[in-house]
């Protein structure tokens, strides 16, 4: 499986930006796409997640209101529309790829991509 990210850069306070993920799946049964962010010596934490199967979304309460997550069931991907950017948001973004071989469960990782909100 490969998961290949696009999107981020640099941002001013109250700008948006839009991340991709894409994953590559051949036999994985994919259920739940997502997205992670990551500072220097803090732990990886959720942004944003997708259930592929009923449709639910779960957010930080940090970005509620301000991302949308987004996809595209078919090409197993997933967007991340990032509006009102803060400079808090300033982390690596890791997109997160959750399902299952048969029965046994697994999840792969994008590379990351840099988001930095500055003036």
């Known amino acids: 499986v490969q998961v290949v990210e696009s999107g981020g850069g640099l941002a001013q306070p109250g700008e948006s930006l839009r991340l991709s993920c894409a994953a590559s799946?051949?036999?994985?049964?994919?259920?739940?796409m997502g997205w992670y962010r990551q500072t220097p010596g803090k732990q990886r934490e959720l942004v944003a997640k997708?259930?592929?199967?009923?449709?639910?979304?779960q957010y930080a309460d940090s970005v509620k209101g301000r991302f949308t997550i987004s996809r595209d069931n078919a090409k197993n991907t997933v967007h991340l529309q990032m509006n009102k950017l803060k400079t808090e948001d300033t982390a690596a973004y890791f997109c997160?790829?959750?399902?299952?071989?048969?029965?046994?469960?697994?999840?792969?990782w994008g590379q990351g991509t840099q988001v930095t909100v500055s003036s």
């Open positions: 799946v051949s036999d994985f049964n994919v259920w739940a």
């Open positions: 997160k790829v959750e399902g299952n071989w048969g029965d046994l469960q697994h999840y792969y």
């Open positions: 997708t259930i592929l199967s009923d449709d639910t979304a």
